[in-house]
């Protein structure tokens, strides 16, 4: 839907981009405006928006805890939309978190876009506090910021979803990854979904076949992975894939394809015991990814060679 | 712009004066919100368009009244299955481009009185219409009728983009075949990704013996691969080939073992908690000699 109008001049601007409808906020309105003038957008249009989730921009604009969970007090009760998450552009937040107030202030809402339909994953894992530098992105790339229930929020930068395509993988040969970034995707990945992301990736939910996961660290899937799934993108031969039921045919870690050999599948799915299972490639550099189970005290906890196929490219 | 959806739940109830015979009969019970629902699979051949008709037909039956719209422009065959071919004068491209009224598209069903299909152009494409023009057509329709039921062509271009659009609910249709699964996966994604979430799944033409033999996937094997609900399961019969060929909807066949499973099914869209049952193959050894020697038509019955 190519078209756009203006709501209320300098206040709201309400742009179709795709099958997406992105509400701009001007960033220079004082926020009490801004959540009357988007209050009284989404009334007037109540019943065009209903049901699903959708991604706040907050801009360049500071806000505090309780001018985020106004917002999604707004988008809830007007519309019954849902926020999953806050975004803001880097520098923002390093803004404001070098700032006098030790409270993460969080920068304000200029936009709201309901989010990608294909992957709906949401981005934002971190253990390690808070890591400003952002290897590999560029500045129109932002951070996510996971909210809790209470409305608080916790910043953690991330990469923004899933990134289209290997670009990332040329340059400066060797992993570039340095491992705390995790996207989490929180539903079954089915046939034709593609998710590609620069960290690791745990799916809480299947991969089915046909779907694929390429992340540059370790792929976790928390559920049956029967789709490909190529841990290490960018050359970390010592990620892992690991699932709780692992039925995949082709694994590839780094640039080591290897195939499932004749025979290892298990019974034609009775009603099997699964056991978590674990690929690696070999530590003697041949190439080989072995799948073992990951207890291996577990009876018949054997690792097993898959049949290298070669190396490819990522 | 799937993710707006015009009207939804809160849709204007219809002017009094067109549903005036329906209100003395609802005037007790709540009003049952019209559904707009989608029969759609991915794959090809599965049996969508016979699932289609005799989910409209089961619904009729019902009580209901009750659309069924073939969206297949250009290969339309809903109409055959339904044996009303004869009878079409004007199609849904005509309604919707304003060569014809709406209820001049709409051709009454031989067996029903409040069963009406909307048939398919055959001279164009799928591209002639969009997913808007449909919701708004459907939204008209939604006016009068209890269910409209659309049914999808197969594949995910611009004519499944538009059968989805005014949906509100989608059932898969699958068959216990890897492809046809593999298919109906992709599809569950994409309606999801449109907004259809929790869309119910039928199996259809499952032969309980070659499952119990261990030579087809059975219920369980696809449920947990597809993780959505079984909507039901259609056992293979060859009195569904029969009626089809003859343009009847093999539910109105008391005897035809499908056409007793997709009564099942319309009471269960109807909010009926009919519980699933397991087909079982007839265990009878003469049955079983009568099938090998080709004398039994139905193959199978279901407990």
């Known amino acids: 839907m190519p078209k756009s109008h203006t709501i209320q001049p300098d206040a709201i601007r309400v742009v179709g981009r795709g099958t997406n409808v992105d509400f701009s906020i001007d960033d220079s309105v004082p926020f009490d405006l801004a959540e009357r003038r988007l209050r009284e957008y989404l009334s007037q249009c109540r019943g065009l928006y209903s049901r699903g989730r959708v991604s706040v921009n907050v801009g360049r604009r500071i806000l505090a805890p309780d001018q985020l969970a106004s917002i999604k007090n707004i988008l809830g009760c007007e519309t019954g939309l849902t926020v999953s998450r806050y975004w803001c552009p880097p520098d923002v937040l390093s803004t404001a978190l070098a700032g006098p107030d030790s409270r993460p202030a969080l920068p304000s809402p200029p936009t709201v876009a309901p989010e990608s339909p294909v992957i709906t994953a949401q981005a934002g894992l971190n253990n390690n506090g808070l890591q400003l530098a952002f290897p590999g992105l560029d500045a129109t790339q932002s951070t996510f910021t996971e909210i809790d229930d209470a409305g608080g929020v916790s910043p953690s930068p991330a990469h923004p979803g899933p990134v289209e395509g290997p670009e990332h993988l040329e340059g400066a ?63 970390d031969l010592k990620a892992t894939i690991f699932a709780l039921n692992l039925e995949s045919h082709r694994l590839q870690i780094g640039s080591c394809v290897g195939e499932r050999p004749h025979g290892t599948r298990k019974g034609k799915s009775g009603r099997k015991a699964v056991s978590p299972q674990i690929a690696y490639l070999s530590a003697a550099g041949d190439h080989s990814i072995f799948v073992a189970p990951f207890d291996r005290s577990a009876s018949g906890g054997r690792e097993y060679q898959w049949q290298s196929v070669g190396l490819q490219r990522p | 712009m799937s993710e707006i959806r015009l009207g939804g739940k809160g849709k204007t109830t219809g002017n009094p004066s067109v549903c005036s015979e329906r209100d003395s009969r609802i005037t007790t019970a709540a009003i049952p919100p019209s559904k707009t629902i989608v029969v759609t699979s991915g794959k090809g051949g599965v049996g969508k368009t016979t699932t289609t008709a005799n989910i409209g037909a089961g619904l009729a039956l019902r009580g209901h009244r009750v659309v069924v719209m073939d969206t297949d422009i250009g290969l339309r065959n809903l109409d055959v299955v339904m044996g009303l071919e004869n009878r079409i004068v004007y199609d849904l491209v005509d309604a919707i481009e304003g060569r014809c009224k709406l209820n001049q598209a709409m051709i009454r069903d031989r067996h029903q009185q409040e069963l009406y299909l909307i048939p398919a152009a055959q001279t164009r494409d799928k591209n002639c219409i969009n997913p808007e023009q449909l919701t708004d057509l459907c939204r008209r329709l939604e006016e009068d009728f209890d269910y409209i039921i659309i049914d999808c062509p197969a594949g995910i271009e611009q004519g499944f983009r538009n059968a989805i659009g005014p949906a509100q609910e989608a059932i898969v249709v699958t068959t216990p075949e890897v492809s046809a699964i593999r298919d109906a996966d992709r599809v569950i994604g994409l309606l999801e990704a449109a907004e259809l979430q929790h869309p119910r799944l039928i199996i259809n033409r499952i032969r309980p013996g070659m499952v119990k033999r261990g030579d087809m996937l059975d219920k369980d094997d696809i449920v947990e691969l597809l993780a959505v609900d079984v909507l039901g399961l259609v056992p293979a019969d060859d009195r569904l080939i029969t009626a089809t060929n003859q343009g009847v909807p093999v539910i109105h066949d008391r005897k035809a073992p499908s056409g007793q499973a997709f009564a099942r099914i319309a009471a269960r869209i109807d909010g009926d908690d009919v519980p699933l049952m397991d087909l079982e193959p007839k265990s009878n050894l003469m049955n079983r000699v009568r099938y090998l020697m080709g004398i039994n038509r139905s193959e199978y019955t279901h407990a």
Request: glycine share 18%; with cysteine.
């Open chain 1, 173 to 235: 040969p060797g992993p570039k990854f340095t491992g705390n970034q995790a996207l989490i995707i929180k539903h079954t990945c089915r046939s034709g979904e593609v998710v590609r992301y620069q960290g690791d990736v745990v799916v809480f939910g299947d991969v089915n076949p046909g779907a694929e996961i390429v992340a540059d660290g370790d792929i976790v899937v928390l559920g049956s992975l029967r789709g490909t799934a190529h841990a290490g993108a960018d050359g």
